[in-house]
């Protein structure tokens, strides 16, 4: 994808993400499991143990892959792979299927299956499909619902236990599972789910100051500076929000911490945890663009902070960009963190 591509996403782009994806969703090798083995019989193929989500190389990913198809079918209902996206859906979204998936919840020891990036993720495609305002839509979203309303409970009853926050720039970040979870709760409209994340964001992210950034770390495909602030920024009303951010990047006017402004260096995109970084890249404008989104263009105090943040966004856009497609270390997901980076911002708590 050539540097002369837009900045939001249209038609072709969709298509060309829509594309990559059906080339992985239903790939069952390579294939790296989250499964625990409570004996023999308990050895089995990503698709005996997973009716749905067995592609695309590991669960959480094929999640996100089918709400990558889910989202460009409903912005863009007629991009060229339309009729093949609806096949898929309409094959793979049944409620037998479903059955299956929640089969494989109550096995022992999967109380902790893909807490908590695969449970955030499959939030958001149950909330595509609550936006696909048609016949089959609510159809795939029935059937989703009982699923979707395994992990609810699972991240309601885990919420009160997290005493610390887990930091890492990996799937098991804090603030970005609380992110894609109040994204969720805004569109389903289930205020319990809401009050139980915010809560647990103002108890474990309120208070922070001076953030000092130490990243990228070698395997980031997240910024665990800029995930929190995205995820307060959903928590927070706008005029509270931008004196948190005041305390918690104070520097943010003058560009540091400098290692958030200049997009990652990735050496060895055949190397799945060093093809992190590409994600970091486009998780990075993401979260840039959402910072800009809450910062007022009329704040006069704070306009050279916007002018940085999105700058920032387009920069790293342009470095993670072209990088979506060419190895199954990175094509089996990052077009997802493309599709992230592309998307309208979501709304804040002002808004929403």
Not at 138 to 143: F, I, K, L, T, Y
């Amino acid at each position: 994808m050539s540097q002369a591509d837009p900045k939001s996403l249209n038609a072709d782009m969709a298509s060309r993400f829509a594309a990559i994806a059906l080339g992985h969703v239903t790939r069952e090798y390579p294939h790296k499991l989250d499964h625990v083995l409570n004996g023999p019989d308990d050895a089995a193929t990503p698709k005996a143990l997973h009716p749905i989500f067995y592609g695309s190389f590991d669960w959480h990913s094929c999640v996100h892959g089918y709400w990558l198809l889910l989202r460009t079918l409903r912005l863009f209902p007629d991009m060229a792979p339309a009729r093949e996206v609806n096949a898929l859906l309409a094959a793979q979204l049944t409620p037998r299927k479903v059955e299956g998936e929640l089969a494989y919840l109550t096995r022992p020891f999967s109380a902790g299956f893909e807490r908590p990036y695969g449970w955030a993720w499959l939030f958001m495609l149950q909330a595509e499909l609550m936006q696909l305002n048609t016949v089959q839509g609510r159809d795939w979203s029935a059937a989703l619902a009982p699923l979707t309303a395994a992990f609810r409970s699972r991240m309601i009853a885990h919420l009160p236990k997290m005493t610390y926050p887990v930091r890492a720039g990996t799937h098991n970040n804090t603030a970005f599972a609380i992110a894609l979870g109040l994204d969720y709760a805004r569109i389903a409209k289930d205020t319990a789910l809401s009050q139980a994340l915010r809560t647990k964001a103002m108890d474990l992210f309120l208070g922070d100051e001076n953030c000092p950034a130490w990243e990228p770390s070698g395997e980031d495909f997240l910024s665990p500076a800029l995930m929190e602030a995205e995820a307060m920024r959903r928590v927070l009303p706008a005029a509270q929000y931008s004196l948190w951010l005041d305390r918690f990047l104070p520097g943010l006017a003058a560009k540091t911490p400098a290692t958030l402004f200049q997009p990652a260096y990735v050496s060895d995109r055949t190397d799945g945890k060093i093809a992190h970084l590409d994600g970091l890249n486009l998780s990075r404008a993401w979260c840039w663009r959402g910072i800009a989104s809450a910062i007022d263009p009329d704040d006069r105090a704070r306009s050279t902070s916007r002018t940085h943040a999105l700058a920032a966004a387009d920069r790293h856009l342009a470095a993670g960009l072209p990088e979506i497609a060419g190895d199954y270390m990175g094509e089996h997901w990052l077009a997802s963190f493309a599709l992230l980076a592309l998307s309208p911002t979501s709304q804040t708590a002002s808004n929403g």
